[in-house]
């Protein structure tokens, strides 16, 4: 290779390959700042960037997105110019999540308005924001089909792959009792091998891993039933959620935490749980769960509750790896429930001193009824009610909650959600919810407050428990591969577990864990 | 057995087989000529292997990282979080001017592991500036309008939210 052509070879930074490769060294912050440097690093920067966005950050490339402290309720409006933004990042998106704290916010208006105050000082769900956001942008792109990531046909519907065409999975959480909602709660992982076939596109099945008793049979259905991970935790013990599990065919990883005694909370009458909670009391599919992780004060005692045959037992048969712990995955602690006992419910945001409480939540529940059938309008009738005045919405705010139903005129017709009161105190807002706990830097337990697996030795040091557990596992689990505990110590069987009786499995795993157990 | 490289100025090195090795060009040229037309065929000390595009410096600093990893396998594949060994640190240095060439060298002569450290390199020296130190510190003409940028700055503030919480 002569000179001549050295001097034509590309300067390494040109090269989107190298660029890669060197953005995938780079914090988020640092990669925001590369995508400015020029289009070439943009492209580059902008798939590193975008690959895995929650839904709250992704809004912010919207101007509504970026308002002051997050969008009031009901003004989250898409303009032209943010559905060219959108355009540019859409397109390399490979998953969304928001977790199951960031759509509390919901729950937070609720007390606000229980407690007679101005809960517009809480920006609008990051869930609310981005359905409100794919309606408006369907709408633009109808308008203009220039404004969609992907060529649309003139007349069709801009359909989920059109908007996001790499999107390939959805993370997100829900509550499994809306009564019991901070402690019993779901996270999931959604993979989306045909999003199109989805029934609304994207806004679907999000909207279903909130919205309330209406939506019960779908979040169960579209949610726990195509989730191939999901991240449990009950504080109480849920039937139905065994019973949607018992129904999925996609989930492979289950992680658990059980704060229930398993005592008190046993079910004598399985039948009868299934036929109070469904009409249909479906028989179980066929669920190859690989990877189990329970966290729960007693294993052995939880563990053989688990595999009754109307629990986890028929997805059991072909589990690989089996996790115990005894440290939860929520730390309940963390959570305000001084007064929530007293109340006789679990909350995170309880509000002091407040006599109007529990009589504005009943029309809470009222209210929430409405919004679910409220959502399924058009958007326009959303945005017409952000211009209406503090006291109109006050005025609304009454007469919804008190009648339990909205006003003939559909253009005045509020529901709860839409109804606003203008205020800027965030002052008064942080004395009330802590700057901590304001919405938007709500910790995430599930990413923040990840606590290892540990102290399960010692309580496994006594011999009759250890057995009894261990027991139950070789019974449950044939084809077991690997049994951790602690979060450090793993137990790895061979072809000679799987080949074995039930007591040759109980042996083997007995004398395993004990070797462990004793070498440290 | 052992191999003469020779650099762009001319000047020679003498190398072991493990450490040219190291560099899949060399090995490429020594052992996998009968496969490729038109490639020199080092049969012998006696024949030299030109390396047209490496100076004579960035040559012997890439000779000190191959001899380095003649007995141990490099790092061939990471992403942010992955700690690099402190050698390879202190080896690859902030001087970016240098970076750049050893990187340059490192792709022309098929060394995946310091074209890895080497991109490690640029993104430390890159941490914490902004588009347009970046685009002075590396020369790039910046190809955005005023008006794109300061848009690009707001849509993407919210990544630095973490850095500067207001």
Same mark, same amino acid.
């Given at each position: 290779m002569n000179g001549k052509a050295a001097a034509h070879l590309p300067h390494p930074l040109y090269l989107p390959e190298i660029l890669s490769i060197i953005f995938s060294h780079l914090p988020n912050v640092d990669l925001s700042q590369c995508l400015a440097v020029s289009r070439l690093w943009f492209d580059c920067a902008v798939q590193g960037l975008y690959k895995h966005v929650r839904i709250v950050d992704f809004l912010k490339v919207t101007e509504s997105g970026r308002a002051e402290g997050g969008p009031r309720l009901g003004q989250f409006v898409l303009t032209m110019q943010d559905a060219i933004r959108l355009r540019k990042y859409a397109p390399h998106i490979l998953t969304l999540s928001c977790t199951s704290h960031e759509y509390r916010n919901r729950e937070v208006r609720h007390d606000w308005k229980a407690a007679g105050r101005s809960y517009a000082l809480v920006p609008l769900d990051p869930l609310d924001q981005f359905s409100t956001m794919i309606r408006q942008w369907h709408a633009l792109i109808l308008s203009d089909l220039h404004l969609s990531p992907q060529p649309i046909r003139q007349g069709a519907f801009p359909t989920l792959q059109d908007l996001f065409p790499k999107l390939s999975g959805l993370r997100g959480g829900f509550d499994l009792d809306d009564d019991l909602s901070p402690t019993t709660s779901l996270e999931f992982t959604l993979p =989306?091998? $045909?999003? $199109?076939? =989805?029934?609304? @596109? =994207?806004?679907y099945p999000l909207q279903a891993a909130y919205t309330y008793s209406m939506e019960r049979e779908l979040r169960g259905t579209e949610l726990l039933l195509r989730s191939s991970k999901a991240y449990a935790n009950l504080a109480v013990f849920q039937p139905y959620f065994f019973f949607y599990l018992r129904q999925s065919a996609t989930l492979r990883e289950l992680e658990l935490a059980a704060l229930w005694d398993s005592k008190t909370d046993a079910v004598d009458d399985w039948k009868a749980v299934w036929l109070e909670e469904e009409t249909v009391p479906y028989p179980a599919r066929r669920c190859a769960l690989r990877t189990l992780v329970l966290r729960c004060p007693k294993p052995a005692e939880m563990f053989a509750r688990l595999v009754h045959e109307d629990m986890l037992g028929p997805q059991l048969p072909e589990l690989e790896r089996l996790f115990f712990g005894v440290e939860n995955a929520v730390d309940i602690e963390e959570w305000d429930m001084s007064e929530s006992e007293e109340e006789g419910e679990l909350h995170p945001f309880t509000i002091d001193g407040d006599e109007e409480m529990s009589d504005a939540s009943e029309h809470g529940v009222e209210g929430e009824e409405m919004s679910t059938e409220e $959502? @399924?309008?058009?958007s326009s009738d959303t945005d017409e009610t952000d211009v209406t005045t503090s006291e109109e919405e006050e005025h609304h705010f009454h007469e919804a909650s008190m009648s339990g139903s909205g006003s003939d005129g559909e253009g005045d017709w509020q529901t709860e959600d839409e109804i606003q009161v203008d205020g800027s105190d965030i002052a008064a807002a942080e004395a009330m919810f802590g700057a901590e706990l304001l919405p938007g830097r709500l910790p995430s337990y599930f990413e923040d407050g990840y606590r290892p697996l540990v102290r399960f030795s010692a309580l496994m040091k006594d011999g009759p428990a250890l057995h009894a557990l261990l027991e139950a596992v070789a019974v449950a689990c044939p084809a077991l591969k690997v049994l951790g505990w602690d979060g450090r110590a793993n137990v790895t069987l061979g072809r000679a577990y799987a080949a074995s009786s039930v007591e040759g499995r109980t042996e083997m795993l007995e004398r395993e864990v004990r070797r462990v157990l004793e070498t440290r | 057995m052992s191999i003469t490289l020779i650099s762009k100025e001319g000047a020679q090195f003498l190398v072991s087989k493990p450490v040219a090795d190291r560099i899949g060009v060399v090995r490429d040229c020594a052992y996998g000529a009968d496969f490729w037309l038109g490639y020199a065929v080092a049969t012998d000390d006696s024949m030299g292997i030109t390396l047209a595009n490496v100076t004579s410096s960035i040559l012997s600093k890439i000779l000190v990282w191959c001899e380095h990893y003649k007995d141990m396998e490099p790092l061939v594949d990471g992403d942010s979080n992955m700690e690099f060994p402190e050698w390879d640190m202190a080896y690859i240095g902030h001087d970016m001017n240098q970076i750049l060439f050893v990187l340059e060298a490192a792709d022309y002569l098929h060394i995946p592991g310091l074209l890895l450290l080497a991109c490690k390199g640029i993104a430390d020296v890159l941490d914490g500036r902004n588009p347009r130190g970046i685009c002075d510190l590396l020369g790039i003409v910046m190809d955005f309008s005023h008006r794109q940028e300061v848009d690009m700055d707001k849509e993407n503030g919210y990544w630095r939210w973490f850095l500067h919480p207001t």
């Open positions: =989306l091998d $045909s999003p $199109s076939a =989805l029934v609304n @596109g =994207l806004t $959502s @399924g309008t058009d | -």
